[in-house]
């Protein structure tokens, strides 16, 4: 009797044991590997981690690669790092995009450095969002705005914006196609200024001229991918003058939240 209840327990131990973090990795895992990763260097067993890391960033994990690549890097494998921090910068990675500015450094390459330096300020910010704006004439009353802002890296790295605007007060209402540049001092702070031009909508007392012209000048903060907060004030050729205080979300979470509302 002792000796089966001894099979008894030895077999169930067997059939209940969890799997090591290796054997999760080996049967495709990217959080195991990068988990298992880091156990690893903890342990000094480098080249272990490195396949690891590895594994993990072909999965798909944008912290293996950056996690791979800053490791080769402050190993000096200056060819071995590139190909993961490149990875994590094609997913928009500012720590990637900054470990990269330190790897062109280390080839002397200042201008490339420079570069990868000034797109890291913005790189993780939204392409494309939705932004919600509340206006308040100097003249009185409260308008709204609604704004669609598409800022790509391809123009100046988001520095360059392109949107339409709809916005309204008791007075005057307007469609408006918009233009801006932002400057990032930071990568969470940004002054901006934008033009504003397009055709009035059916509001009495806003029929002074055919077509609206406007410009606002203000500033962003961002809250990286996720969206910004925005501020300043704007005049348009009807007269008006406001101030506007905005909130900018990215536009899969404004789905997200309108789909949830």
């Known amino acids: 009797m002792p000796c089966l ?22 049967a495709g895992s990217a959080w195991a590997c990068e988990t298992w990763a880091k156990q690893l260097q903890v342990d000094h067993r480098l080249e272990e981690a490195d396949r690891a890391f590895g594994l ?35 997913e928009d990675s500012e720590e990637a995009t900054l470990a990269l500015a330190d790897l062109q450094d280390a080839r002397g390459d200042v201008a490339g450095a420079a570069h990868l330096r000034y797109e890291a ?3 993780d910010k939204s392409t494309t969002e939705f932004a919600f704006g509340w206006r308040v004439p100097f003249d009185g009353g409260m308008g709204l705005a ?23 007060d008791p007075r005057r209402a307007s469609l408006n196609a918009t233009v801006g540049y932002q400057h990032f001092v930071t990568n969470w702070f940004a002054p901006y200024a934008r033009a504003l031009v397009g055709p009035y909508l059916e509001v009495e007392g806003s029929r002074r001229n ?22 300043g004030f704007g005049t348009s050729l009807d007269g ?15 789905l997200a939240v309108l789909a949830h509302m």
């Open 121 to 123: 300020l913005a790189i």
């Open 146 to 168: 609604l704004d669609v802002n598409v800022q790509p890296m391809g123009l100046k790295a988001r520095r360059l914006t392109l949107g339409l605007n709809v916005s309204a």
């Open 56 to 90: 993990a960033c072909a999965m798909g994990s944008t912290s293996a690669c950056l996690s791979q690549g800053k490791d080769r890097l402050s190993r000096g494998d200056l060819d071995g790092a590139e190909p993961p921090l490149r990875k994590a910068y094609d």
């Open 210 to 231: 055919p077509i609206n012209l406007g410009a606002e000048v203000g500033m962003k903060f961002f809250a990286g991918p996720l969206g910004h907060l925005g501020t």
């Open 240 to 254: 008006s003058t406001y101030y506007f205080l905005q909130l900018g979300l990215d536009w899969v979470l404004t």
């Open 5 to 26: 209840l001894t099979v008894a327990c030895v077999t169930t131990s067997e059939v209940t044991r969890a799997p090591t973090l290796e054997e999760k990795c080996d």
